[in-house]
T-cell receptor
Framework: AQSVTQPDIHITVSEGASLELRCNYS??????LFWYVQSPGQGLQLLLK??????LVQGIKGFEAEFKRSQSSFNLRKPSVHWSDAAEYFC????????????FGGGTRLMVKP | EAQVTQNPRYLITVTGKKLTVTCSQN?????MSWYRQDPGLGLRQIYY???????DKGDVPEGYKVSRKEKRNFPLILESPSPNQTSLYFC????????????FGSGTQLSVL
């Protein structure tokens, strides 16, 4: 069965500092990998996704993520955080070749200090 | 405007009283899905639908029903709600499946007393 672990429940960074949110997954084959962001009171919005090819993927709002197969990781990064980035971030894994089950991690809540 | 619309936004009910949460999308999407969100557990998939009259169970289908009689609508039905179904519920849709970008509704906060 597929699973996703986000080890950090809360993270606080200063505005302008760099950010890395961790995501580890368990999946028996090549997965689809996603990062979604949830602002307070809102639904989720897709930041970026990885299917195949280049292991460094670029997303919206200046975010990027790197797929590392050997570490079963898909960490999200941003070089300089803005106050508007404060939100909850979810990593998700889905099957590559069939099915339509999407499994989410527990989420990481990001707070940004002025 | 392309959107997924859920209603109601907030709902308080009592144990055993049947309820329906509606979901509608205006993007002609094939795929629709329901999730529940609980603190520390992220989102868990309840049911999904690949097309009209085609539905499948997700990770946590017990206590829920769905139907897909029309492409745009995918209601979530709780025949006999219980307190452990108190949660935040999201409907989502995409063009063809989870590999496509999912569009989420704004959520329904359900409390079962």
């Amino acid at each position: 069965a597929q699973s996703v672990t986000q080890p950090d429940i809360h993270i606080t960074v200063s505005e302008g500092a760099s950010l890395e949110l961790r995501c580890n997954y368990s999946y028996g084959a090549t997965p689809y990998l996603f990062w979604y962001v949830q602002s307070p009171g809102q639904g989720l919005q897709l930041l970026l996704k990885y299917f195949s090819g280049d292991t460094l993927v670029q997303g919206i709002k200046g975010f990027e993520a790197e797929f590392k197969r050997s570490q079963s990781s898909f960490n999200l990064r941003k070089p300089s955080v803005h106050w508007s980035d404060a939100a909850e971030y979810f990593c998700a894994v889905g099957p590559h070749n069939a099915g339509n089950m999407l499994t989410f991690g527990g989420g990481t809540r990001l707070m940004v200090k002025p | 405007e392309a959107q997924v619309t859920q209603n109601p936004r907030y709902l308080i009910t009592v144990t055993g009283k049947k309820l329906t949460v509606t979901c509608s999308q205006n993007m002609n999407h094939e795929y629709m899905s329901w999730y529940r969100q609980d603190p520390g557990l992220g989102l868990r998939q309840i049911y999904y639908s690949m097309n009209v009259e085609v539905t499948d169970k997700g990770d946590v289908p017990e206590g829920y029903k769905v139907s897909r009689k029309e492409k745009r609508n995918f209601p979530l039905i709780l025949e006999s709600p219980s307190p452990n179904q108190t949660s935040l519920y999201f409907c989502a849709s995409s063009l063809q499946g989870v590999g496509e970008k999912l569009f989420f509704g704004s959520g329904t906060q359900l409390s079962v007393l």
